[in-house]
């Protein structure tokens, strides 16, 4: 029975993680070939470029949480979904406002904030198992790859926000760099953000779905 779980959640999760790999490698590919900043910014954190597996987050919580509540293996409750997504995500907000008010650095308040994320996205669990499963499964394809592309960002010297720390990161070497700003961040605070958000999406999408099926 585990066995087929898996090969479902892998099923559903294919086309989503071919259309996330597909804007990153796009990003990346502007970002080298010098596009536009509101599309492809090359700043560090990106700055909320356009083209970017972020703004996917919502919208494969929504295709999931329905796919899911098709298939009958919706949400205990539509308002345990989404109230505990909403936890996940103010718990993780609030932990790392006040872990950086306490640590000043920005290296120890990545690795706090790292931490509580695991704590945060743990908690979203009890609120619908099934997407937990389905957004944790999603989060890891769409996240190593970005890795990958990190990595070769940052010992590839490329020009792109993939190899560019915060501002007030101390110096470092390359594979310093990798592990504090590519494999900390991306297998922690990304993936608690796919999850968190993804249910809150997936919570008001079954919302919905149920308001409209009592019409």
Same mark, same amino acid.
């Given at each position: 029975?585990?066995?087929?779980?898996?090969?479902?959640? $892998?099923?559903?999760?294919? +086309?989503?993680?071919?259309?996330?790999?597909?804007?990153? *490698?796009?990003?990346?590919?502007?970002?080298?070939? !010098?596009? #536009?900043? #509101?599309?492809?910014?090359?700043?560090?954190? $990106?700055? /909320?470029?356009?083209?970017?597996?972020?703004?996917?987050?919502?919208?494969?919580?929504?295709?999931?949480?329905?796919?899911?509540?098709?298939?009958?293996?919706?949400?205990?409750?539509?308002?345990?979904?989404?109230?505990?997504?909403?936890?996940?995500?103010?718990?993780?907000?609030?932990?790392?406002?006040?872990?950086? #008010?306490? +640590?000043?650095?920005?290296? $120890?308040?990545? !690795?706090? @904030? /790292?931490?509580?994320?695991?704590?945060? *996205?743990?908690?979203?669990?009890? $609120?619908?198992?099934?997407?937990?499963?389905?957004?944790?499964?999603?989060?890891?394809? /769409?996240?190593?790859?970005?890795?990958?592309?990190? @990595?070769?960002?940052?010992?590839?010297?490329?020009?792109?926000?993939?190899?560019?720390?915060?501002?007030? &990161?101390? /110096?470092?070497?390359?594979?310093?760099? &990798?592990?504090?700003?590519?494999?900390?961040?991306?297998?922690?605070?990304?993936?608690?953000?796919?999850?968190?958000?993804?249910?809150?999406?997936?919570?008001?999408?079954?919302?919905?779905?149920?308001?409209? #099926?009592?019409?």
């Amino acid at each position: 029975m585990p066995e087929r779980d898996d090969v479902r959640v $892998g099923r559903l999760i294919l +086309v989503p993680a071919i259309i996330t790999l597909a804007v990153t *490698l796009a990003r990346l590919a502007g970002e080298l070939m !010098g596009g #536009s900043d #509101s599309l492809f910014s090359r700043d560090a954190g $990106g700055k /909320a470029a356009l083209v970017g597996i972020v703004w996917l987050i919502p919208v494969f919580g929504v295709y999931f949480g329905l796919r899911l509540a098709r298939a009958g293996e919706g949400p205990p409750a539509v308002g345990k979904a989404l109230g505990f997504g909403v936890l996940a995500f103010v718990l993780n907000a609030v932990l790392g406002f006040a872990a950086f #008010s306490v +640590v000043k650095g920005p290296v $120890g308040q990545l !690795g706090v @904030f /790292a931490a509580t994320s695991w704590v945060a *996205l743990l908690v979203a669990r009890p $609120g619908w198992p099934a997407l937990w499963r389905v957004l944790l499964a999603y989060a890891l394809a /769409a996240r190593i790859p970005v890795l990958i592309v990190m @990595f070769l960002s940052i010992f590839g010297g490329w020009d792109t926000h993939y190899a560019k720390p915060r501002p007030d &990161f101390p /110096a470092m070497g390359p594979w310093g760099l &990798f592990f504090w700003t590519a494999i900390l961040p991306q297998l922690s605070i990304w993936i608690w953000m796919t999850i968190a958000v993804g249910m809150i999406f997936a919570g008001l999408a079954s919302a919905v779905r149920r308001v409209g #099926s009592r019409r």
